[in-house]
């Protein structure tokens, strides 16, 4: 079946270390997408990519860095220099074609950083 | 981009109609609306999008106004696992920046 995975669900890490997290489509979407959620709130754009081997920074970029070496993968690397780490990661993908760009979830990742 | 207006929370009698509102006055005549629920430490799961239309599925209808400057999902009869946080979302086709903004908690009550 066709879906977006992140991996993994939950992750905790030492302060100042940095952190990759994965995630995996074979939807064969153009375009994905790494959000941040924070208790009560809700989702902030970090970095989207709509193509291979070009992204785009959010709202909330810093401390963060992504790459697009492949269509299907997009890992998010949290550097020592984001300041509250601490967060639900939530990716998503959608196509770039045709009038609906129905967007497809994984279902997060919870990091912890103490 | 066009962004979205929500109550923050709203309560709804399990088993009665719930009526989500979004405002979205600067939406633009090639910008869809969408709607998502995320359900607590979940992924968002999408329910319904439309252009001008009112649409239906097994999950909702969406209701859009003439003027598009405004729409309201409804869950026509609310149970317990409806309780979550409903996003509404208006995307351009070839979307590349999806603004959720903070949605609209709502809460089943038995």
Known sequence: DGGITQSPKYLFRKEGQNVTLSCEQNLNHDAMYWYRQDPGQGLRLIYYSQIVNDFQKGDIAEGYSVSREKKESFPLTVTSAQKNPTAFYLCASTLLRGGNTEAFFGQGTRLTVV | DAKTTQPPSMDCAEGRA??????????????????????????????????????????????????????????????LRDTAVYYCIVMPTGANNLFFGTGTRLTVIP
């Open chain 2, 18 to 79: 719930a009526n989500l509102p979004c405002n979205h006055s600067t939406i633009s005549g090639n910008e869809y609306v969408y709607w998502y629920r995320q359900i607590h430490s979940q992924g968002p799961q999408y329910i319904i999008h439309g252009l001008k239309n009112n649409e239906t599925n097994e999950m909702a209808s969406l209701i859009i106004t003439e003027d598009r400057k405004s729409s309201t999902l409804i869950l026509p009869h609310a149970t």
